[in-house]
């Protein structure tokens, strides 16, 4: 329920920039989606701290009813014919600092309320649950824009929908058996513990590996809120309908993956770096595309490697990781997840202005694979160098014995 308005209100928040900034529509986007997410970038580590201390539980409860009040006054602004550009950045950074808290606790969630053979199949479902929400709710709010007239106020009754949409999690987490969930023990309330967080990621060069693809793809490929939006309306010449239907094609191709996700039993490093350089490809061509039509049906090959790339890197950095830190972890992996967003957001929308719309997809999908082969190198170089420590530390008895005798 709550899904399904949260990607109604991204497609109706896309659109009342567009209709609120007319002629500077592409810049505007970016800056309102490096503002809705540059939260992450600045609270997400202290924000994975907090999940480690706090019953994730009652966290999520407040976390979704901070995001359920931005979304109302957006709402009620638009509808009432008052909104502004600055209204829409001010309320989506609000809404971006309660969806910064929510994040790695949300994720962190998913691993106490399932065994732990589990966790692959409950991540990929958690996924489809999500995607299933992605393929309803753009086209829908593409249909109800058009149907309210498709102006700045029909857009606020859609914003208004999602944040009613909010009592859904709120209802359920509160009806959740608290004794069913296996909660880790509360992270000390010592200094240095976002420290060592961070220290435990940089001793292992397989989870820095997969947060490096997941930078150059975060910021620079998964940018579908400006892409879809300047393609559909500058390229193709669309209105609202087409718009919000590039959402749910998308989306089918989201849900498949997440679908053979959850049928994977483990995931390994190889196939994060496969999918990421797939997911590069698949964007690249999707900015060759001749037609809207062409353009649609290569988004499901965009969607599925899309959530093949994040479902892996996701499950990988929650199995590989103790459960003492998972929530800190979690936290700098949606640091750099979402938080490159706010850094290439408003380039992908300059890029989009200065070089036209299908530059936002071609130069974002060749940074992504540039990106994959920057991280693999340096991964093999950390790996061999690790190797090359734990050998000579096996070698040293060896020597001090030798040299005794």
Same mark, same amino acid.
């Given at each position: 329920m709550s899904n399904t308005g949260?990607?109604?209100?991204?497609?109706?928040?896309?659109?009342?920039? $567009?209709? $609120?900034?007319?002629g500077s529509g592409a810049t505007a986007l970016g800056i309102t989606t490096g503002l809705q997410f540059l939260p992450f970038l600045l609270l997400t580590p202290f924000a994975g701290l907090v999940a480690d201390r706090m019953p994730k539980q009652r966290l999520l409860q407040l976390t979704n009813l901070g995001m359920a009040v931005p979304a109302a006054v957006l709402g009620i602004l638009a509808v009432t014919g008052v909104a502004e550009v600055w209204h829409v950045y001010v309320l989506a950074l609000v809404l971006g600092a309660a969806s910064a808290f929510d994040a790695p606790a949300r994720q962190s969630f998913v691993s106490e309320l399932v065994e732990p053979g589990d966790l692959t199949n409950a991540v990929g479902l958690n996924s489809a649950s999500f995607n299933a929400a992605r393929l309803v709710? *753009?086209?829908l709010a593409g249909l109800l824009i058009a149907a309210f007239g498709g102006g700045a106020v029909a857009t606020g009754w859609v914003i208004l929908f999602n944040a009613v949409s909010y009592a859904a999690p709120i209802?359920? $987490?509160?009806?959740l058996d608290a004794s069913r969930i296996d909660a880790a023990a509360p992270a000390d309330r010592g200094p240095g513990a976002i420290r060592e967080g961070v220290a435990y990621v940089r001793a292992r060069p397989d989870l820095l590996l997969v947060l490096? =693809? @997941?930078f150059f793809a975060g910021t620079f490929g998964l940018n579908f809120q400006i892409t879809s939006a300047l393609m559909a309306t500058e390229v193709f010449d669309k209105g609202p309908e087409e718009f919000g239907a590039l959402g749910t094609f998308l989306a089918v191709g989201s $849900?498949?993956?997440?679908l053979l996700a959850a049928r994977r039993t483990q995931v390994r490093h190889r196939l994060v770096v496969g999918a990421a350089l797939a997911f590069g490809t698949s964007v690249? =061509?999707?900015? =060759?595309m001749p037609s809207y039509l062409t353009f649609a049906l290569l988004a499901p090959v965009t969607g599925l490697t899309a959530l093949t790339f994040i479902t892996s890197a996701n499950t990988y950095m929650q199995l590989h990781t103790d459960a003492g830190v998972r929530g800190r972890v979690m936290a700098l992996y949606l640091m750099i997840f979402m938080g490159g967003t706010p850094v290439g957001a408003p380039i992908i929308g300059w890029i989009g202005e200065e070089y036209g719309a299908r530059w936002t997809l071609l130069g974002g999908g060749l940074l992504t694979i540039a990106g994959v082969a920057v991280s693999a190198v340096v991964y093999l170089r950390?790996?061999?160098?690790?190797w090359e420590r734990a050998a000579r530390v096996?070698?040293? *008895? @060896?020597?001090r014995a030798s040299a005794a005798f």
């Open positions: 949260t990607w109604m209100q991204r497609i109706a928040q896309d659109w009342l920039v $567009l209709e $609120l900034a007319a709710g *753009p086209g209802w359920s $987490l509160r009806h490096s =693809l @997941v $849900l498949t993956g997440a690249v =061509l999707a900015g =060759l950390l790996e061999r160098a690790r096996e070698d040293a *008895p @060896v020597e």
